[in-house]
């Protein structure tokens, strides 16, 4: 059986697919712009960018705190201190695409072929919200967000409520669908998505938010890429 991560299936599978990493977050647990912080030797931002790249993808920015233009294209976010669906409901307007993947920027041990294979699903079952979810409960990030969401987000956020999964919620009940999470276990134990150093499952969430959280990441982040 073809992986879906071969590069026949993703050139077919990312056609009218944007992507976006979220880099436009306060850091204030971290201290200082995480998009900066060194992980093997890179920013942060570049493994992010580089997940997306490797699902076959040709990721933006999608707001940022430092100068990060020479990396990707940086999509301005007008309300960077709302938080991430800010930076979301701006992606989602910049872009005519039917589909649009948020990736944050603290998850650099995520394997590219989760990303795809939530890309597929979405697109065969025509899901509005396509979410991974880990021992039974949906993860906010990554996301796969039909544009179709977008003016429920944008009045979620009007209203005063940020929170991307209560957004995504509310998304979907606006358009009479339920959110698509697709748990993370089976795709693993099936083999359509897998870490290309065997990272298991358990470790792909992993996220940098404090300096302890550098460190813990880094002891499992594989030196063949450092």
Same mark, same amino acid.
């Given at each position: 059986?073809?992986?879906? %991560?071969?590069?026949?299936?993703?050139?077919?599978?990312?056609?009218?697919?944007? !992507?976006?990493?979220?880099? =436009?977050?306060?850091?204030? *647990?971290?201290?200082?712009?995480?998009?900066?912080?060194?992980? +093997?030797?890179?920013? &942060?931002?570049?493994?992010?960018? $580089?997940?997306?790249?490797?699902?076959?993808?040709?990721? /933006?920015?999608?707001?940022? *705190?430092?100068? #990060?233009?020479?990396?990707?294209?940086?999509?301005?976010?007008?309300?960077?201190?709302? =938080?991430? #669906?800010?930076?979301?409901?701006?992606?989602?307007?910049?872009?005519?695409?039917?589909?649009a993947v948020f990736l944050p920027i603290d998850l650099p041990l995520l394997p590219a072929s989760l990303i795809v294979y939530l890309?597929?699903?979405?697109?065969? $079952?025509?899901?509005?919200? @396509?979410?991974?979810?880990?021992?039974?409960? !949906?993860? @906010?990030?990554? !996301?796969?967000?039909?544009?179709?969401?977008?003016? +429920? #987000? /944008?009045?979620?956020?009007?209203?005063?409520?940020?929170?991307?999964?209560? !957004?995504?919620?509310?998304? +979907?009940?606006? #358009?009479?669908?339920?959110?698509?999470?697709?748990?993370?276990? &089976?795709?693993?134990?099936?083999?359509?998505?897998?870490?290309?150093?065997?990272?298991?499952?358990?470790? %792909?969430?992993?996220?940098?938010? @404090?300096?302890?959280? &550098? =460190? *813990?990441?880094? *002891?499992?982040?594989?030196?063949?890429?450092?």
């Open positions: 059986m073809s992986r879906f %991560w071969d590069m026949g299936y993703l050139k077919s599978e990312s056609a009218n697919v944007s !992507a976006y990493v979220l880099a =436009g977050g306060q850091s204030r *647990r971290m201290g200082h712009d995480k998009a900066l912080i060194s992980l +093997a030797g890179q920013p &942060l931002i570049a493994h992010a960018l $580089t997940i997306l790249r490797e699902a076959g993808l040709s990721p /933006k920015i999608a707001g940022a *705190r430092s100068n #990060l233009s020479s990396l990707a294209r940086v999509i301005p976010d007008p309300d960077p201190d709302l =938080g991430p #669906l800010s930076g979301i409901c701006a992606a989602l307007e910049s872009s005519p695409a039917s589909y890309i597929h699903h979405a697109q065969i $079952t025509s899901s509005a919200i @396509t979410l991974p979810s880990i021992c039974g409960a !949906a993860n @906010t990030f990554p !996301a796969v967000l039909h544009r179709s969401v977008l003016p +429920a #987000l /944008k009045s979620e956020l009007v209203s005063g409520r940020r929170g991307c999964m209560s !957004a995504f919620r509310a998304a +979907a009940r606006a #358009l009479g669908q339920p959110i698509s999470a697709i748990p993370v276990e &089976l795709l693993a134990q099936s083999g359509h998505a897998a870490h290309p150093h065997g990272l298991p499952a358990a470790l %792909w969430f992993l996220n940098l938010n @404090t300096p302890a959280d &550098l =460190g *813990r990441v880094e *002891r499992h982040f594989p030196s063949q890429i450092a």
